[in-house]
């Protein structure tokens, strides 16, 4: 009969493993750590199976130094898994209500809408991890997202157009938020809304999505990597990446929606 404190302690690690894995698919760090463990097996069972004692002690010693190395190397990475395993709002019940919370699409037809006139903008969707450090270097607004009100920050000359907006439960918490630049090296030809955007995506699980003032395109910053749209698609991904950073703006928004309609239709006693 197997030990079954053997049998636990296998399960934990693996679902360890699995959870490490899982948060870091995608990224660069994630691309890394999965060719290092397969170089790692490999090398392991090729000095296992021909009993090469003293090139094990070698590889054990330069995995060591391989594993210190990747933690320096990708910190913002690894900062950023930290930061969601350690975002205990995430496990909450969603507080998006009906009451000033926009829905994706009408977001999304507000950005499409900059993006048209060529209006530069720049806007953080907060999820698991706290944007709040950012918004210190903003201005707090806590206001009901609406057209007009995107016109006003994002339009130059006017004093908040330059920085970024931080959204947050279907609201507008904060504009002129200072975002931080990505060094990416294939992003130098990009402008520095782009850089930035991408920065944040690297530094927390924000998506972030930047219209670009120069060309009106739109693109979508996540987890570190920028995915630009052209205008056949742009409008069906954009509500798609918008309803998966704001999972309860839906449901919400639907069930307010059905129990008005219900009260309206009650007869008056």
């Known amino acids: 009969m197997p030990d079954l404190s053997a049998i636990v302690q296998i399960l934990i690690l693996y679902l360890v493993i699995y959870a490490i894995l899982k948060a870091a698919k995608g990224s660069r760090f994630g691309q890394v750590l999965m060719g290092v463990g397969i170089i790692a097996a490999a090398m392991f069972a090729f000095t296992f199976v021909f009993h090469f004692d003293v090139l094990s002690r070698i590889v054990q010693a330069l995995l060591v130094y391989l594993a210190i190395s990747t933690v320096v190397i990708f910190q913002p990475e690894i900062r950023r898994m930290l930061g969601q395993v350690g975002a205990f709002s995430a496990f909450e019940r969603p507080k998006h209500s009906a009451d000033g919370a926009a829905t994706p699409e009408f977001i999304t037809d507000t950005v499409l809408s900059l993006a048209e006139r060529r209006i530069g903008a ?9 944007l709040r450090g950012y918004e210190s270097t903003g201005v707090a607004t806590d206001a009901i997202f609406t057209r007009e009100l995107m016109d006003c920050i994002f339009t130059p000359p006017l004093p908040l157009h330059d920085g970024g907006v931080t959204i947050r439960n279907g609201r507008v918490a904060a504009a002129h938020c200072v975002f931080p630049v990505s060094n990416n090296p294939e992003l130098i030809s990009s402008g520095m809304r782009h850089r930035a955007a991408v920065g944040l995506s690297e530094e927390t699980d924000a998506l972030v999505v930047v219209v670009s003032e120069e ?23 954009l509500v798609r990446w918008i309803a998966k950073a704001m999972p309860g703006s839906r449901r919400t928004g639907r069930l307010a929606t059905w129990l008005r ?4 239709r009650r007869p008056d006693k």
């Open 215 to 237: 060309t009106g395109g739109v693109a979508v910053a996540h987890n570190g990597k920028l995915i630009r749209y052209d205008n056949a698609q742009r409008h069906q991904s």
């Open 122 to 130: 720049l806007l953080a969707f907060e999820r698991g991890i706290s």
């Open 261 to 264: 309609k219900r009260m309206q």
